[in-house]
């Protein structure tokens, strides 16, 4: 809220014209997609152990169960060489209170060790602390970009959504992915679940595209507005995978 001529407005104020700058490199990029991806199909395989017993599940409850926490390890470490100093990782947990990058570390710490622990002495508290603490670490993820200084297209509300609900469907599409290596059919149900992880991810992703607030945000967004983006967006993202989950169906 900022104040103008006695009058209060929510609108941005731009002093600056938007440049656009490197903040981040690979690493931190290979943080969110490793993390999020390893997070979601965990959950996923969760969700299906509940709803039926699944054939992936129990022919694969190694990968369901092992794979997500070395991947979140790996993310770590890419996170580590972001950073630059490896060995002073764990900084990242003295500041739990106000930082979110310290609570996806904390998140993500307790959710490799419930997990593994769960693959070596079955436990539904263990097997239900690792999902909290998956989503803990994807709704984290989300708050570090929206919580980003002077990044007007990433503060607003729907980033740590976008990020909760594209976490889903990497997770889906490694579930699908390791289903036809093994010559594996998944089940309709599954399917099912999948498309609507993919219609809801679409649906944050377009109001994201819509978001209008003011004109400092359609400025710091246009790049994404870009037809080759969009249309590669829209057809590959979006419209090729609900047309070849429908053709599963």
Same mark, same amino acid.
């Given at each position: 809220?900022? %104040?103008?001529?006695?009058?209060?407005?929510?609108?941005?104020?731009?002093?600056?014209?938007?440049?656009?700058?490197? #903040?981040?490199?690979?690493?931190?990029?290979?943080? *969110?997609?490793?993390?999020?991806?390893?997070?979601?199909?965990?959950?996923?395989?969760?969700?299906?152990?509940?709803?039926?017993?699944?054939?992936?599940?129990?022919?694969?409850? #190694?990968?369901?169960?092992?794979?997500?926490?070395?991947?979140?390890? %790996?993310?770590?470490?890419?996170?580590?060489?972001?950073?630059?100093?490896?060995?002073?990782?764990?900084?990242?947990?003295?500041?739990?209170?106000?930082? /979110?990058?310290?609570?996806?570390?904390?998140?993500?710490?307790?959710?490799?060790?419930?997990?593994?622990?769960? /693959? *070596?002495?079955?436990?539904?508290?263990?097997?239900?602390?690792?999902?909290?603490?998956?989503?803990?670490?994807?709704?984290?993820?989300?708050?570090?970009?929206?919580?980003?200084?002077?990044?007007?297209? /990433?503060?607003?509300?729907?980033?740590?959504?976008?990020?909760?609900?594209?976490?889903?469907?990497?997770? *889906?599409?490694?579930?699908?992915?390791?289903?036809?290596?093994?010559?594996?059919?998944?089940?309709?149900?599954?399917?099912?679940?999948?498309?609507?992880?993919?219609?809801?991810?679409?649906?944050? /992703?377009?109001?994201?595209?819509?978001?209008?607030?003011?004109?400092?945000?359609?400025?710091?967004?246009?790049?994404?507005?870009?037809?080759?983006?969009?249309?590669?967006?829209?057809?590959?993202?979006?419209?090729?995978?609900?047309?070849?989950?429908?053709?599963?169906?």
């Amino acid at each position: 809220m900022i %104040l103008v001529d006695g009058m209060k407005t929510s609108e941005n104020i731009e002093i600056m014209r938007p440049m656009k700058q490197k #903040a981040w490199g690979w690493p931190a990029a290979a943080n *969110f997609i490793l993390g999020g991806m390893a997070t979601g199909f965990y959950i996923l395989c969760y969700l299906i152990e509940i709803i039926q017993e699944n054939a992936f599940s129990v022919a694969q409850s #190694a990968v369901c169960k092992l794979l997500p926490p070395v991947l979140i390890c %790996l993310a770590f470490l890419a996170l580590t060489l972001e950073i630059g100093r490896p060995m002073r990782g764990h900084y990242l947990f003295y500041n739990l209170r106000s930082s /979110w990058m310290s609570r996806e570390a904390l998140a993500g710490t307790v959710f490799v060790f419930s997990a593994v622990f769960d /693959w *070596f002495y079955p436990s539904l508290i263990l097997r239900n602390l690792a999902v909290a603490a998956g989503l803990m670490f994807i709704v984290s993820q989300g708050f570090i970009v929206f919580n980003a200084l002077a990044v007007t297209s /990433w503060n607003i509300f729907l980033i740590p959504i976008f990020f909760s609900t594209s976490a889903l469907v990497m997770g *889906f599409g490694m579930m699908l992915l390791f289903a036809a290596i093994n010559h594996m059919v998944p089940g309709s149900y599954l399917i099912a679940i999948g498309l609507g992880f993919v219609i809801i991810d679409f649906v944050v /992703w377009l109001r994201y595209k819509r978001w209008h607030r003011d004109a400092i945000f359609r400025e710091a967004a246009k790049v994404s507005r870009r037809s080759i983006i969009v249309i590669h967006t829209i057809g590959v993202a979006y419209l090729l995978q609900t047309t070849l989950l429908l053709l599963l169906l």
